[in-house]
């Protein structure tokens, strides 16, 4: 990737700026591991000790910031993603407000490791609360390694909002479950403190994922979805009638690679199961939708767990109607199956 960073212009940060992106630990975390994924990472781990306040540390093997952007990728509004706001018709990344990295540091003592492939040797830059300590060269695998130690020292607020150690690792856990889930070309590994939680094979086979995240038995139960219509794709898993949930949280919408919140495809989902599972009752899905970058704005929500869809409605109607004929065939083929 020869994607330079630049501070972005004052008009275009302004039109995309969230302010505060790190609420709490598991933001931390996802925001590391969306750079991770924009880097090209096929290996991603994860080392949390806590809930996450006394270390939270990413390493990922990607293409690596070289050393002479390393000090910018640390500004407010410097990103190597976009150039100005209309790039988010076309974008393919993540991220793209430049101020995951910033914000992170001004609330903790970070140090960014980096070595592109090419280069002999990495850097680490080390800041606290903000500002430069160190810059030094330094021996490290190729790819980038962010460290956050003492999160939210010099932020007594944000740490008093904090729960307890188990919810906020249950929170962590369950958002790394999910961008695995979203991605399972890369290998992931989530260590807390020293043990391994979640680890994926990055074998690019969603299934394997789902079994290794939600658990193997409830992998084989799942059926299979794939469609496409127009601009739209959409594959994944969905859990027969009889398979279901007392909540909405066993459900996880991919958008281009992004997990995100949707409640238009929410109801589309369950009005594909209507009269199928008890009212109350939710259905389990990972659903993974592809469309342009166009149709859709990631600009309307802080930590970009909300997209707005352009075409909300087909869109809606498209879904529904794709679940309702996976769950209506799988139905005629359990009970022919019981004919014979
Ligand atoms: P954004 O992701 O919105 O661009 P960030 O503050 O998260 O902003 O990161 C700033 C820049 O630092 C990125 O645009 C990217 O160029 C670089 N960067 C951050 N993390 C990584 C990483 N893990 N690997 C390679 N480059 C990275
Ligand atoms: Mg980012």
Redesign the pocket.
Known sequence: MA?L?RVLDPQSANRIAAGEVVERPVSVIK??V???L??G?KHIEIAVEGRGTSLIR?Q?D????PAA?MP???LRH????IRRVEDLDTLS???????????IASVSRLALT?RPPGEISGRILRLEGGQRVSFDEIGAPV??T?SVENLFYNAPARLKFLRSDNTEFGLISDVVGRIALAHPEVAFKLTHPEQTVLQTAGRGRLLESIGTVLGKELARRLLPLSLEQGIWSLAGYLSPPDLVRSSRQAVTFIVNGRCVRSPVLMRALEEGYHTLIPVKLHPLAVLHLKLPASEYDVNVHPAKMEVKFAHEQALADFLTAAVRRTLLDAGRGRRNSHCQ
């Open positions: 994607s960073i925001e590391l969306e750079n991770s924009d880097a990472a990413v990922d990607g293409s690596g910031i952007e910018l990728a640390v410097a990103t190597s993603k990344t993540l991220g793209f407000r430049g101020e995951a990295l910033p914000s980096s790819g980038t962010v």
